[in-house]
């Protein structure tokens, strides 16, 4: 059974930093495109960076040149460094990625979500 767990959110203050991890776990062979959501109360989710198996990235343009995406394929790990945080970035930050595994064809799979807070 695959497995998307989020790591590393919290409360911070406007300015501040954080790195949020997911970890994917399960009889996985191969990871295609891999991505963080996120849902502020009362909003739709929305995309915030996708980082492809090639590498490539996309950014909201809400947060182009503060968050950076990354992935670690031996260790089966998404990053999210989130620098010069705003309010508004406040949210339950939620991962995906498209997985192919040896019991089950290619399949979205989505985190728990974790909670980011950016206040004073």
């Known amino acids: 059974q695959v497995q998307l767990v989020e790591s590393g959110g919290g409360l911070v203050q406007p300015g501040g930093s954080l790195r949020l991890s997911c970890a994917a776990s399960?009889?996985?062979?191969?990871?295609?495109?891999m991505g963080w959501y996120r849902q502020a109360p009362g909003k739709q989710r929305e995309l915030v960076a996708r980082?492809?198996?090639?590498?490539?990235?996309n950014y909201a343009d809400s947060v182009k040149g503060r968050f950076t995406i990354s992935r670690d394929d031996a260790k089966n790990t998404l990053y999210l460094q989130m620098n010069s945080l705003k309010p508004e970035d406040t949210a339950v930050y939620y991962c995906y990625a498209d997985i192919l595994s040896s019991r089950i064809p290619w399949s979205h799979y989505w985190g728990q979500g974790t909670q980011v807070t950016v206040s004073s």
């Open positions: 980082i492809t198996s090639g590498g490539s990235t």
């Open positions: 399960g009889s996985i062979l191969s990871i295609n495109d």
